[in-house]
């Protein structure tokens, strides 16, 4: 393989390294077909890759030094806040949010807690806990009550389901039809729809920092697609978002990818919700 | 520049585990390579408005590293060797023992090759970038970089012999 020319010998790595473009791959792979040299080439280079990346991949596992998670910890506001859980278990349904009937008053709905309400460090911080807690792997103890239930937006469940808790809970289960149960809540809902097991799906932005998709499914509202930061749709601080509003590509295209027909309009919303988002 | 620095942080706190095994390769000393994704990550979060929205956080960090690490040697060459390998003219045979003396000895040819041919090889090679990403990365044209990793490759290739038929 020495004898290899340069020519050849850039364009077997540019090969391995997937950096040809695609006719003069394929042109490449004719030639591999009836050149042995450089076939052997090829697949010592693919071996020297495999090997240094198995070499290096047990970095990613180890644990991380809290030095480290400290730099990264969440800052001034958000720190102060009251401790922010990632539930093991959706904490159990209360007064605050179990579903109210489809025909509670507007007053009823007024009248909800004000322990639903909340600012938005705690749910910086909850996104953030959540990239951390999947990341790092914490591992949650399961079957406890969660104190303070009512600050979550998502619990993360021990076999790694994240469902909508509190207020996000709420307003996937009651906003539809452009209406909105909770003004202050600095959760919204944008689009519904169905996907290909039927289920009603929903997208929602968590103030401004995250954004997803949650599926209604018998436990709860599971989410199916999450996004933080530049992903999550640039917007007016909280509040909620239109069915119109700028939601990211990678969000649009999780929809294209998940639904079965049509987004839904306000009176499929209406009807969907009068029978409980049940298939 | 619209990405709050929390969420900001978020992702590069998703990208720790990447930026640690880039140290790894890069400094080939457990110690030196935390050290070194310390430092980085206190250089980004100290310039988070530098960072270009629509750029890739990973490029950025893995830049701020090459330049962190780079006055790191300069500053201890003059003190020490502490990057002269250190039974240069040994031959690193490839072990057939188990993995764990198998990575010892991708480590150790790593750790022979000139410090520009490290940093492409494990750009390219083990963190995948595109060339175009990495070459950005280490500051220097494609056809710079391409020839750092084909040299870096037959390099890695002789001290390693022929265990390319090894899994």
Not at chain 1, 110 to 134: D, E, Y
Request: overall charge negative; some cysteine; charged content about 25%.
């Amino acid at each position: 393989m020495s004898q290899m020319n340069e020519h050849d010998r850039i364009a077997v790595m540019a090969y391995v390294d997937g950096e040809l473009p695609p006719a003069d791959a394929a042109a490449f792979d004719a030639r591999l077909a009836r050149e042995p040299a450089l076939a052997d080439a090829v697949a010592r280079e693919r071996a020297l890759r495999t090997r240094l990346q198995s070499a290096y991949a047990p970095v990613l596992d180890e644990p991380m030094p809290a030095s480290l998670l400290d730099l990264l910890a969440i800052p001034d506001a958000a720190a102060k806040a009251p401790p922010v859980h990632l539930a093991a278990v959706p904490p159990p349904p209360t007064a605050a949010n179990e579903p109210l009937p489809a025909g509670a008053s507007d007053a009823a709905r007024a009248a909800l807690p004000r322990a639903q309400r909340w600012g938005w460090p705690q749910f910086g911080a909850i996104a953030a806990s959540l990239v951390l807690g999947v990341l790092f792997g914490a591992r949650l103890s399961g079957g406890q009550h969660v104190p303070g239930g009512d600050t979550l937006a998502l619990a993360v469940a021990p076999d790694g389901a994240i469902t909508a808790q509190g207020a996000l809970r709420t307003a996937l289960e009651h906003d539809v039809g452009g209406t909105v149960l909770d003004p202050n809540a600095r959760v919204g809902v944008g689009l519904s729809f169905r996907d290909h097991a039927r289920q009603y799906c929903r997208t929602f932005t968590l103030d401004a920092e995250s954004s997803g998709i949650a599926c209604r499914q018998p436990e709860g509202w599971v989410v199916a697609h999450l996004e933080h930061g530049r992903n999550a749709p640039a917007g007016e601080q909280g509040g909620y978002r239109t069915a119109g509003s700028k939601l990211s590509p990678t969000l649009l295209q999780a929809i294209d990818a998940m639904r079965e027909g049509d987004t839904l309009d306000a009176a499929a919303e209406k009807a969907a919700q009068a029978n409980g988002w049940t298939r | 520049m619209s990405q709050s620095p929390l969420a900001l942080r978020a992702e590069i706190a998703a990208l720790l585990p990447r930026l640690r095994r880039f140290a790894r390769s890069v400094t080939h000393h457990r110690e030196d390579a935390d050290d070194l994704v310390q430092i980085a990550v206190e250089r980004a979060l100290k310039h988070l408005d530098q960072w270009q929205d629509g750029t890739r956080l990973d490029s950025w960090l893995f830049r701020i590293m090459k330049n962190a690490w780079i006055d790191e040697v300069r500053a201890r060459g003059r003190r020490d060797e502490v990057l002269a390998p250190e039974e240069a003219g040994e031959h690193v045979g490839f072990s057939e023992t188990g993995s764990r003396d198998i990575r010892l000895s991708i480590e150790k040819a790593m750790a022979r090759l000139p410090e520009e041919q490290r940093m492409a090889v494990s750009l390219v090679l083990v963190e995948g970038l595109p060339y175009k990403e990495a070459s950005e990365v280490l500051d220097i044209p494609i056809g710079t970089l391409t020839s750092r990793l084909a040299r870096g490759r037959d390099a890695l290739q002789a001290m390693l012999g022929d265990g390319h038929l090894a899994p």
